[in-house]
């Protein structure tokens, strides 16, 4: 089975085998036709019978000249010709009688040989049969047409030895001949199509990925592979089309960005890197967000192609900012569990924030960088990170930009904000502002009452139930401290509040809180130090921040204490200076500390930074009609509110306040 | 000897920041403005890059880069802008006046090291 399979060839011809086979079978054919001059010269020469061998030889290259014209099949032909041959060798031996008679039999062996020339055993073979059959028939009918001597049996047998000897490595080069040389184009088809399997399968896994891919050249142009996932993410590309042509599709000004952040990669000023990083990566689509990441594709600079790696990360956004709501939304919740009338009272202050700054509209930056430094202040001791962030985006581009935002860069905090009011008010219902009394203080009350207290004394008591106890405001900044002082890797801060069971109006105090807070994170971020600086400094390493609240006839006095490193008057003073102020005394100083964007804080942080905080707490004191003062030295500092019992509106009256070695700050600021 | 760069921003703390992105490889100078710049570049002809923001008070980084390519010796020395403003055009403008690149804030330090570096190596 294996050797008919070695002898016999696979039905399909190439193209390739074709047209060789028909040029050789040409070939072959002219070679033959030189065979019939040749012939008659011999049969002269050795007196045979030229003109029969004329006739003879011609109508055997009959055979070979039909099929050549005739036979569609190539390989036919070949066979023809290899019969064809060992006819003429036969007419060779016979018109070849005389002394080399026995030589011409050179021919059938040459031309056998020769025969592997047409890659096909079957032509061998079928010459061979035909030299054997010749032989044995004329052998027996007209021996002198052979041999010129009385051949035995065994010296025919000799000859078919040699036949059969030659016919097997013939069969073998023709074979091989086919399947290595004449084959070559099934074996280049074979390894294309092994390759575009390949293909398929590596495709079939790009275009599955969550991730588009497409090279461009180092000029922009588009290479025309590309996944699946790109055409559908953007759609598929004009002919011609540059790669930034093609991202102006989608979206112009990204497409621009692109262009000319590009022009940085090629200009090659920039590490590239660098360069690489400026690329514009994020594009919003209006059903997607997609990163784009860029990478080049060669071993070495300068790269020709660069490899654009597209993710859909419009999933993984959607899930980041549902886990962020998902939690903020919880920690309103239990906000509202444990403090429903400060957590109101915090979501009306920002409410009004907000609706401040639609409404301060464009021109009053101080305004406005105040409004939304106190948001974000709030929002960070609420935990409502999301707002936090936003009011920081702002608040970078109005330090850079020096002005306004346009409206449209409120949205995203004002969408924000208006999501969370909306949970708050659901969850609280329309039950209106309550006053909450616990358990304690309705038992003293009752007490009161019974004892039959002064009417003034009682009515003393039903008032200040109207106030909040501002322990609950300090538990709240004692837990933020904390928080902000790991934050900052400050180490475990312990705080101590001192609330002396003072009340406050919450209604009216509740902007206080708001930029309370700023004294309370300024305490952590710029007073307390790393454990590892305290130790050096002959303190003890754990930080200790101090929340005091004390009364009397006619003043209320919240202290911030901290016992961290104090103030760094210097650098006040250059920023005082940058800024114009006056900075001749201590007084001086302290006023410029309380001033909108004096900060000394090397970088700008979450926690704070802008200088906005102390002028925001000024301002809102001063509003309230009290004043700040602040001491400071390298044991610590003190930042002290003194109020008075009943709010006022601004006064405009100066009222120095005797509070230690504290400066009143309203006049300088005035 | 180390190479100058002048560091041009109204704001302390980028100009801090940009400070602590250098290290100790560069000899710093500050200035809060673009006339702050050229008195600056005035007393340090020699400066190797300058680092640039575009929206300062008195003079911005636009009307620096075109007092800048008035002055021959002075148009020489490269500047890199760095700021937050993305507008097309405007890079386009300061690309015109001769500024070399354009960097966002907020910034790698890693990659603005990486760019003084290459810049005032290849200067």
Known sequence: MKLLEFLVLPPEISEFERRYLQRVNRVALAFFALHVPVFVLVAWANRTGPWLALALTSAVLAGPAIAVHKLANPRTVSVVHGIAAMFFGGLLVHFGQGPLQIEMHFYFFCLLAMCAVFGNPMVILAGAATVALHHLVVWLVLPKSVFNYSAAWWVVAVHAAFVVLESIPACYIARSFFDNVIGLEKIVQARTAALDARNRDMRLLLDNVRQGFLTIGADGSLAKERSAAVDRWLGAPAEGDSWFDYLGRVSQSFADGSRAAWDQVRRDVLPLDVALDLMPHTLKLAGAHLQLDYRPIGASEPYEHYLVVITDVTAELAREQAEIERREAMEVFERILNDRTGTESFFDEGSRIVAGLTKAGEGDLPLVKRLVHTLKGNATLFGLDSVATLCHALEDRMAEEDRTPPPEAYGALLERWARLAGDVARIVGGRGHGIEVDEAGYVTLEKAVRRREAYGALLERVHSLRYEPVTKRFAQFAEQARRIALRLDKGDLSVIIEDNGVRIDPGTSASLWASFIHAVRNAVDHGIESPSARVLAKKAPRGTLVLRANEDEDRIVLEVVDDGKGIDWGAVRERALEQGLPVATKADLEAALFTDGISTAASVTDISGRGIGMGALAHDVRALGGQVTVESSSAGTTVRMTLPREPAPRRESVRPVAAGRGVSIEGAHN | ?123
Request: contains cysteine.
């Open chain 2, 1 to 123: 000897m180390s190479k100058k760069i002048l560091v041009v921003d109204d704001s302390l703390m980028v100009r801090i920041q940009v400070r602590k992105a250098l290290g100790d490889g560069f000899e710093i100078t500050d200035a809060v403005d673009g006339l702050d710049a050229l008195e600056k570049l005035a007393a340090n002809r020699d400066t190797a890059l300058i680092i640039c923001d575009v929206n300062m008070p008195k003079m911005n980084g636009i009307d620096f880069l075109k007092s800048r390519a008035e002055d021959a010796e002075l148009a020489r020395v490269p500047v890199v802008m760095l700021t937050t403003e993305g507008q097309q055009t405007l890079i386009e403008h300061a690309r015109q006046l001769g500024a070399l690149a354009w960097l966002l804030k907020p910034f790698k330090p890693e990659n603005l090291l990486a760019v003084a570096r290459k810049i005032t190596a290849a200067a």
